[in-house]
C-alpha cells in the first residue's frame, strides 16, 4: 500500500475554504484515492473517492495532478461542524474482502 | 446507503472480566467484516479481519485469545475482549464493505465502542 503524507493539523475559520493535501508519492497504476472523515467517538465517514482530475460531491472537492504523487481534498465554506480528523487513504483494492489501512490523519480546527 | 451498527456504544467493566461487541450489517450481506481500535489522539488501528464460516485474521501483534472474534452470520460480527484489563481500555470499531456494491464500493463504519476498563 502507498504511504500517505499529510498535515498533522490546520486552523481555519468558518466560511473559509479549506484545502488539505495528501503526498503519496509511491501510488501504483491501479490505486485509487480516497478521504474520510471522522467526528470524536465516531466511526469514520466516506467523502470522496477519485482516480485522476477532479471530482467533486455535494460535500467536497478531490484534485488529482497528472502525475497523482498528491492529492488536495478541498472543502467549500467550512462551519464549526467541519472540525474532524481527515485522512487520506490509497490503495488498489476497492473489493469488499480488503481492509483499509489508515495514516495518522489531519485534524482540522475550525473556528467562529 | 449502507449502514454498518455496532452495539454498544459505550461500556464499563471490571478488570477481569469479558465483554462482547456485535457488528451488524444492517441491509447487505457482509462475508467480511473489519475490527480497529483506536486510542486517543491516535489513528485507528487494524486489529484482524472477521470472515463468515472461518477464522478471523489476525494483524501483527494482535493476540487472538484474547480479542476473540466470530462471524456467525452474513450480517453479524462479534468482538469479544476476554479477560479485559484497563491497558484494554480504547475505542473499537468495527467496518464492512457491501459486496454487491459494485467497483465504487465505500467502506462503511460502525459507530464505535467507547470501552473502559476499571
Redesign the interface.
Known amino acids: 500500500l502507498a504511504k500517505t503524507t499529510q498535515p498533522i493539523s490546520m486552523d481555519s475559520y468558518e466560511g473559509q475554504e479549506v484545502n488539505i493535501t495528501c503526498s503519496h508519492n509511491n501510488i501504483a497504476t491501479n490505486d485509487y484515492i480516497?478521504w474520510y472523515q471522522q467526528f470524536p467517538?465516531?466511526?469514520?465517514?466516506?467523502i470522496i473517492?477519485g482516480y485522476k482530475t477532479k471530482v467533486t460531491n455535494e460535500v467536497a472537492s478531490l484534485f488529482i495532478p497528472a502525475d497523482r504523487k498528491s492529492s488536495t481534498l478541498s472543502l467549500p465554506r467550512v462551519s464549526l461542524s467541519d472540525t474532524a480528523v481527515y485522512?487520506c487513504l490509497v490503495g488498489g483494492s476497492?473489493?469488499?474482502?480488503?481492509?483499509?489501512?489508515?495514516?495518522?490523519?489531519t485534524t482540522l480546527s475550525v473556528s467562529s | 446507503g449502507a449502514v454498518v451498527s455496532q452495539h454498544p456504544s459505550r461500556v464499563i467493566c471490571k478488570s477481569g472480566t469479558s465483554v462482547k461487541i456485535e457488528c451488524r450489517s444492517l441491509d447487505f450481506q457482509a462475508t467480511t467484516m473489519f475490527w480497529y481500535r483506536q486510542f486517543p489522539k491516535q489513528s485507528l488501528m487494524l486489529m484482524a479481519t472477521s470472515n463468515e464460516g472461518s477464522k478471523a485474521t489476525y494483524e501483527q501483534g494482535v493476540e487472538k485469545d484474547k480479542f476473540l472474534i466470530n462471524h456467525a452470520s452474513l450480517t453479524l460480527s462479534t468482538l469479544t475482549v476476554t479477560s479485559a484489563h484497563p491497558e484494554d481500555s480504547s475505542f473499537y470499531i468495527c467496518s464492512a464493505r457491501d459486496p454487491g456494491g459494485g467497483a465504487d464500493t465505500e467502506a462503511f463504519f460502525g459507530q464505535g465502542t467507547r470501552l473502559t476498563v476499571v
Not at chain 1, 467517538?41 to 466516506?46: D, E, H, L, T
Not at chain 1, 476497492?94 to 490523519?105: E, M, N, P, W, Y
Open positions: 480516497t467517538s465516531q466511526g469514520p465517514r466516506f473517492q485522512y476497492r473489493q469488499a474482502g480488503t481492509a483499509l489501512i489508515f495514516g495518522k490523519g
